[in-house]
């Protein structure tokens, strides 16, 4: 792996990496690695000949300045576990994996944009859209400058940030770029909860009852096949919400889950259904934010 932190050395190895007429992956993260984010890594090892991994913490995606200086940055560690995967999967891939962690200058030279650039319409209108103001603008921001350094055939986003990836597509369409967009599958823990750099602001008693996000949506799908959508809906919140009242020894100190929204939608248009039957080719999603322990935490179900 190569460490690069300057755009115009990207720029100048992609030049390299097409003159070869290598294809390039792109896998665009904020660090704070984790298994999943390495499981995206090697994905795009497999199927491309060259792939960037961005490591970048977006100050425009964030809007609430507390979360923005809240976010983990931890690069050394990071760049460690790159390599480790790199022994772990054998391949000799130093020359064609790029880690580029750019400075927020080299990634806006002209200043960081204030204004909201992107519209996405009803894609970003439901979940985490309206209470995020101006997070997908600043998301599609980065990512297409980081398509127009890294110039990929693909390009790799996890499936935990289902709303983003319906986001990037919509965003692929408007600025009609021929990139392949690769949602991958989350990746959980051995006890279910999805892996995110968040986890590790839960406190011990918050981690141990945390998969029981997982567990629910679990649940709920299989209460999919006989419950109505706003039954199935009502018994998640609802689940969640009481989860301290029926299990007070496992919830010391007032520790609760607190869902923010649970919403089933048609897992192309984001759309909220009423019934099973009104879901699209891509079938019906789940998507759930919930506030634990002080941390907001995400996860989906596909039904
Ligand atoms: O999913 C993330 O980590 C970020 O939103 C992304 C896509 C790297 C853009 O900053």
Redo the contacts with the bound molecule.
């Keep these: 792996m190569k460490q690069i932190t300057k755009a115009a050395e990207l720029q100048q190895a992609v030049a390299e990496a097409k003159a070869q007429n290598l294809e390039i992956g792109l896998v ?3 660090g704070a690695l984790h298994e999943g984010h390495l499981s995206l890594i090697e994905r795009a090892l497999k199927e491309n000949d060259f792939v960037v991994v ?1 490591l ?3 100050p425009i ?1 964030f809007n609430n300045k507390e979360d923005l200086a809240k976010y983990p940055r931890t690069i050394e560690a990071d760049l460690d576990l790159i390599k480790s995967l790199e022994l772990r999967i054998k391949g000799a891939c130093t020359d064609r994996l790029v880690a580029f962690t750019p400075t927020v200058e080299e990634m806006y030279p002209d200043g960081e944009p204030t204004e909201i650039v992107y519209h996405f319409g009803p894609v970003e209108e439901v979940m985490e859209g309206p209470r995020r103001p101006g997070h997908f603008s ?2 599609a921001v ?2 297409r400058r ?1 398509f127009d350094l890294a110039q990929p055939k693909r390009a790799y ?2 499936e935990k ?1 289902y709303q ?1 990836v319906a986001v ?1 597509r919509a965003l692929l369409e408007q600025i009609k770029y021929p990139i392949e967009l690769v949602p991958c599958p989350i990746v959980r823990a051995d006890d279910g909860l999805a892996l995110s750099s968040r986890n590790m602001r839960l406190s011990p008693a918050a981690r141990a009852i945390a998969p029981t996000i997982n567990a629910t949506l679990e649940q709920a799908a299989e209460m999919a096949e006989y419950e109505d959508v706003d039954d199935v809906k009502e018994w998640v919140v609802d689940t969640l919400a009481s989860f301290h009242e029926v299990n007070p020894s496992l919830c010391p100190d007032g520790l609760k889950f607190e869902p923010e929204y649970f919403e089933i939608v048609d897992a192309r248009t984001l759309q909220p259904i009423e019934n099973w039957d009104a879901a699209g080719d891509l079938g019906a999603v789940g998507c759930i934010a919930v506030w634990l322990d002080g941390v907001r935490l995400i996860d989906i179900v596909k039904f």
Aim: proline letters at 6%; aromatic letters at 12%; a negative charge.
């Design positions: 665009p993260t904020m961005s970048f913490v977006n995606q600043g998301v980065v990512v980081l986003f996890g940030d983003q990037i």
